[in-house]
């Protein structure tokens, strides 16, 4: 994803949310089960990290 004009400070809460999202979320499968996962995010800020 790209986040044009926002500082990495901001990426990262952006980020956090994603991850927070995705892991308070039950994942229903075929056999009835469900399953939750996470998600590892990293974040590269232009010019500094370019």
Do not use: H
């Not at 229903?28 to 996470?38: D, F, V």
Request: without cysteine.
């Amino acid at each position: 994803m790209i986040l044009v004009d926002t500082p990495a400070d901001a990426a990262g809460a952006v980020a956090e949310k994603i991850r927070g999202k995705l892991e308070a979320s039950a994942i229903p499968l075929p056999e009835g089960t469900t399953i939750q996962k996470t998600l590892s995010v990293g974040i590269a800020d232009f010019p500094s990290d370019g």
